[in-house]
């Protein structure tokens, strides 16, 4: 057993934490309320190298483990949770889709943009009436003279708007009375494909949230990503990878409300002293350092899996599953230990509360994560 | 060009600092490279970018400042030397800094060394000077502009919130004052490579250095925090009054005199 980080991984952790503080934290607040992208952050980052951290450096990604990403993506959210999502949803839903499955051809053409941050990544799958539940996907891909022609929906896309192409599943025919899904590569910018930003969320302002239509889209053939038939088997192994994500950037947010609350609880006096002083509170802030730190390590253990080749489905389900939902205990208490003042925008805990409830919804919800825990503990 | 930069490992300007048995607890603490040494780095990589060269980070320190160093590679230097003093000095000073630095440097190359204008823990300011005395080349302090020709340097100097512009020419040393750049943040592909990049730790002797060469000039007395500070006193009336009072309290409290 080792705990320690490797000199890369420290390095990393220290100048994302930095960079996070002193680029990415001080806008947070107003891009929240004006519901704007962190585009500039992002080009710091791309200029940084971080946006292709995970990917082999002959795409021009920087060859980190997928520690680094759960430790960057961590650091983000911290600072600025709508960036934090942004960020893991351009690598691991993004590009490790086309890492993963793409042909030398697709990943030249395709991933190398998004390490360079010349484009986000994205990926379209949920759709009105179908996301955990294959089955229910309607979007079609009906091959026609060597091309796919796409008609159907995808809703809660993250990234679409800034993605100059994404790679979508659509049912492409039909074997043995069940629904065949392909994933399809296909650029944005396509004849009849039309990128709607118009949802009134919740949280996660800053984030880029959109709907997708596709209108006799074409693209040739080619654009097949991985087997065909096999869009929907890619996309759970896609999603055991993003899960690690959403479990860095629950663990994120969570510290960042714990911090802010240790910090508020040390400041604000009542009955001559200081509220940290009352076992109220402290067993409060007692809890919330243990639950980030549990989080935490089963976030890092799920990652490590990954990054030694074995098996990492079900960590990558509890992490995800226990980050978000200590994520959205810690900034309620948070919010609570704030008093009045956590209900108010300025002391950024209400803010927390609000993007941290995405984490128990995003990438699978925390039911469909118990459905996966289950099915691998053999139920 | 060869380019030296001298860099120190000191304490986060974050941290809280306090005193047990009469030395600083370094116990959790955690550590950076001194902020005007990132300036230093950060000048060496533009310099170099813009003429050419190469630049090896020097640092006296301990087996941690391997971290550090590490760093500065990740940022852009080409190599790196780490005198690790941890098990010959008890107590050095900015002489012992300076001899040990001085005594790598006398048979190289150079043509620029940069360090930072202090360091913000001892904050002495000394061990560039010192260097540049001992290597008998010219020296400008707490620089905030270099501008390089050939082997002429221009070089605009901070005098206390004044501009001073010095003419004079390579072999040089000089330290880093804020405002002369903005340091860059370590890219992943310089924090990926930075380990593959060579860094020679050399001890005392791999320099023929007795300790009694370097023996500190100094000796540190006492360490202890400043005062607390108290609370201040506004105050009230006529303004002429207010003056009174003041030239009064500063009499009979702060004792000037």
Redesign the interface.
Same mark, same amino acid.
């Given at each position: 057993m080792n705990f320690d980080f490797t000199a890369e991984q420290e390095m990393i952790r220290r100048t994302i934490r930095e960079f996070a503080e002193e680029e990415v934290a001080p806008g947070a607040l107003e891009r929240d309320r004006k519901k704007e992208f962190p585009l500039e952050v992002f080009r710091k980052l791309a200029d940084m190298g971080m946006m292709g951290l995970p990917f082999p450096e002959k795409y021009g990604g920087g060859g980190a483990d997928t520690i680094s990403f759960a430790i960057v993506t961590e650091e983000l959210s911290r600072a600025c949770a709508s960036t934090g999502i942004t960020y893991s949803a351009h690598i691991s839903l993004g590009g490790a889709p086309l890492h993963l499955f793409g042909t030398e051809e697709q990943k030249q053409k395709f991933l190398v943009p998004i390490c360079t941050g010349e484009t986000f990544g994205a990926f379209g799958l949920t759709e009105p009436s179908a996301g955990s539940d294959a089955g229910g996907t309607r979007t079609t891909a009906v091959e026609e003279n060597g091309e796919f022609v796409i008609n159907g929906n995808k809703c809660f896309i993250t990234n679409a708007s800034y993605a100059k192409h994404l790679a979508l599943t659509a049912v492409t025919g039909e074997k043995d009375g069940k629904k065949e899904i392909s994933a399809i590569i296909v650029p944005t910018n396509s004849n009849g494909f039309t990128v709607i930003n118009n949802y009134e969320k919740m949280g996660l302002n800053a984030s880029n949230t959109t709907e997708l239509v596709l209108e006799d889209v074409r693209v040739p053939i080619e654009h097949m990503l991985g087997k065909r038939g096999e869009g929907f088997k890619q996309f759970l192994v896609t999603l055991d990878g993003g899960r690690i994500g959403i479990g860095a950037m629950a663990v994120g947010i969570a510290r960042a409300a714990y911090e802010k609350a240790l910090q508020y609880a040390k400041e604000r006096k009542q009955f001559g002293k200081s509220i940290s002083q009352f076992q109220a509170i402290q067993f409060k802030l007692a809890d919330m350092a243990m639950k980030i730190e549990l989080a935490r390590n089963m976030v890092y253990k799920a990652a490590w899996l990954k990054d030694q080749g074995r098996p990492f489905s079900k960590e990558a389900s509890m992490c995800k599953l226990y980050a978000s939902e200590i994520s959205m205990e810690v900034t309620d208490q948070a919010v609570q230990i704030h008093g009045g003042y956590g209900y108010m925008k300025d002391y950024h805990v209400e803010r927390y509360m609000r993007d941290a409830k995405l984490t128990e919804i995003g990438e699978g919800t925390s039911e469909v994560q118990r459905m996966v825990i289950a099915r691998l503990i053999g139920c | 060009m060869n380019i030296f930069v001298l860099m120190k490992r000191t304490f986060d300007t974050e941290e809280k600092i306090t005193i047990s048995g009469g030395i600083i607890n370094e116990d959790g603490a955690e550590f950076i490279i001194n902020p005007y040494d990132e300036y230093a780095i950060e000048e060496a990589i533009q310099v170099r970018d813009a003429h050419g060269g190469e630049i090896t980070v020097i640092s006296v320190g301990n087996e941690e400042s391997e971290?550090q160093v590490?760093?500065a590679l &990740?940022m852009g230097a080409d190599k790196a030397v780490l005198i690790n003093t941890e098990d010959d000095i008890e107590n050095g000073d900015q002489f012992t800094t300076a001899k040990i630095l001085a005594e790598y440097l006398k048979d190289k190359e150079v043509d620029l060394i940069l360090a930072g204008n202090v360091a913000i823990d001892g904050g002495s300011g000394q061990v560039g000077p010192r260097v540049a005395e001992l290597l008998n080349i010219p020296y400008v302090t707490t620089i905030t502009k270099l501008e390089i020709d050939g082997s002429n340097v221009t070089v605009v100097r901070d005098v206390e919130g004044d501009s001073e512009i010095i003419e004079t020419s390579l072999p040089l040393l000089v330290t880093a004052q804020q405002g002369l750049n903005e340091p860059r943040? *370590?890219?992943? *592909?310089?924090?990926?490579k &930075?380990?593959k990049k060579p860094l020679d730790e050399l001890e005392l002797d791999d320099l023929d250095l007795e300790e009694e060469d370097i023996e500190a000039k100094t000796k540190t007395i006492e360490i202890y925090l400043p005062p607390k500070k108290e609370a201040g006193k506004v105050l009230e009336g006529e303004i002429a009054d207010q003056v009174k009072e003041l030239v009064r309290l500063l009499h009979t409290e702060a004792k000037v005199d």
């Open positions: - | 971290k590490r760093t &990740a943040y *370590p890219s992943l *592909p310089g924090i990926m &930075a380990k």
